[in-house]
């Protein structure tokens, strides 16, 4: 048996990273580039760090500040019509998924035509993109890395995905720096999001040895990390294996997509605005539990990878996991689902509109039911 493993990207790991910016964009010969971000990270004054670097490599640049958390299509067609009139011939994103999945769609129409919901779904950008250079500021999407950019389509009311080899960032610019002023509650979501990548991505249908062997370092990175991090945010030590954690499990989920937990989550945003690391965050160890019946060694394997001590009894250690990841969303103080804002008489339709995601399809339990999810939301209440 054969299988694919592509990685792209050009990443420039650490402490001062950012500073090859202006070698990065002379190696494109770009006179004029798109910087997107969002307001957070305007105020934590990272936009600033980036011009100052752009400026230096006197390339000329046009601000798109308009990234809003889980982006809309309106949000990708507004930047896209901004970047086709001042005719930019690259992107710089700064900031955590949203910015760069916003950037990553505007790059799709660049260079193919139509809008950006016909590009739903794997493989369906032809043209190859212009340089796009990605300067994470969160340790949790791993979009930086990732094939994939996660949009909501405002008037089917779905977060949908575009998952293309051709949208890759070309360039990574990670520096652990630019994850210091994420406030605790992001850095929680946010680590528990790139958690979930990893146990997802380690039990899809679609795993291989090469992901699997990503998807468990990275876990267990992840997870010695990101008490730290959000007990500290200015533990540098925490920060930047939080970083690398999350760039070693975008390789693996990247390649071996994810499952119930991100169906669940994409149908919460879409309908509640839930951002994206909480939504997962308040299913995944009820979902891991759920799906522990279909794959109780690798579920015991993770326990191990990540300190817990397994004993002989399968039925007992395929659920080690799942509590250990209980408690650990407890001690972040991760929201419930009615602390989030979501009523009972929702589960329903949402349980519905979770059974529509193709996100499924690599979710090693097969033949997940509408009564399995409202169970899943019941406990995550
Ligand atoms: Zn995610």
Do not use: W
């Not at 990670?174 to 994850?179: G, K, N, W």
């Amino acid at each position: 048996m054969s299988y694919n493993f592509f990685v792209k990207s050009n990443i420039n790991f650490g402490t001062g990273a950012v500073a090859v910016l202006p070698e990065l964009l002379g190696k494109y010969g770009l006179d004029k580039i798109m910087l997107v971000y969002d307001g957070g990270v305007k105020a934590a004054g990272i936009a600033e760090k980036v011009i100052g670097q752009i400026e230096k490599a006197k390339v000329s640049y046009v601000v798109f500040d308009g990234v809003i958390p889980n982006p809309t299509n309106e949000v990708v067609e507004r930047a896209a019509e901004l970047a086709k009139k001042e005719k930019v011939e690259g992107f710089v994103a700064v900031g955590g998924g949203s910015s760069i999945d916003t950037a990553k769609a505007v790059n799709v129409l660049m260079t193919n035509p139509g809008s950006i919901g016909e590009y739903g779904g794997m493989n369906m950008v032809k043209n190859p993109c212009l340089p796009l250079i990605a300067v994470p500021t969160t340790a949790g999407t791993s979009s930086e890395i990732t094939n994939v950019s996660a949009l909501i389509d405002t008037e089917k009311i779905v977060k949908y995905v575009v998952i293309d080899d051709n949208i890759v960032a070309s360039d990574v610019i990670a520096d652990p720096e630019f994850t210091k002023t994420a406030p605790a509650g992001v850095t929680a979501a946010t680590g528990m999001d790139a958690i979930t990548h990893a146990v997802e991505s380690y039990i899809s249908n679609m795993a291989s040895p090469l992901t699997k062997y990503n998807s468990i370092k990275g876990l267990e990175i992840l997870y010695h990390h990101v008490e730290r991090a959000v007990e500290n945010g200015a533990d540098m030590e925490a920060r930047e294996q939080m970083m690398l954690g999350c760039i070693i499990t975008g390789f693996g989920f990247s390649n071996a997509n994810l499952g119930l937990v991100h169906a669940i989550a994409h149908t919460l945003s879409a309908h509640f605005g839930l951002a994206h690391g909480m939504a997962n965050a308040c299913v995944l160890p009820y979902v891991t539990a759920f799906n522990s019946e279909a794959v109780p060694e690798a579920m015991t394997e993770l326990a191990r990878a990540v300190g817990l001590e397994t004993g002989n009894d399968i039925e007992k250690d395929r659920l080690l996991l799942s509590d250990a990841l209980l408690a650990l969303t407890k001690k972040l103080k991760i929201k419930t689902l009615s602390e989030q804002g979501i009523e009972r008489k929702d589960f329903d339709m949402l349980a519905e509109d979770v059974l529509k995601e193709p996100v499924l399809g690599f979710n090693p339990r097969q033949g997940v039911t509408k009564q399995d999810i409202i169970a899943i939301l019941e406990q995550a209440y």
